[in-house]
């Protein structure tokens, strides 16, 4: 469990300006910067479980993918959108 972030050496992590944005906006960059963070920050008697931190990259693979198909589909609801309106006959409106 990361307590504090205050430990790390200045330029080493952007944990900072993470905070300061949106979840919306996290990246894959973000999420190895935390982990970075996290690794360092960890207790060596009580290290993290290996299993646990699988899952999280496993987790976050698996959301950049959805995030990636959700932005396709959108592509392609813009391009179909498109295609419709200019099928339409101006006698259609």
């Given amino acids: 469990m990361i307590n ?10 952007s944990v900072g300006q993470v905070l300061g944005r949106g979840m919306d906006s996290l990246g894959q ?3 190895l910067k935390l982990l970075t963070v996290q690794m360092q920050q960890q ?7 290996n299993k646990e931190m699988l899952a999280q ?3 976050f693979s698996s959301l950049a993918g959805v995030a ?15 295609l419709i309106k200019s099928n ?3 006698s259609d409106d």
């Fill in 4 to 13: 504090s972030v205050t430990n790390t050496t200045p330029g080493t992590s």
């Fill in 29 to 31: 960059g973000d999420f």
């Fill in 43 to 49: 207790d060596p008697f009580d290290p993290v479980d």
């Fill in 57 to 59: 990259m496993a987790q």
């Fill in 68 to 82: 990636e198909t959700n932005a396709s589909l959108e592509r392609i609801a813009d391009k179909l959108d498109l």
């Fill in 88 to 90: 339409q006959s101006p």
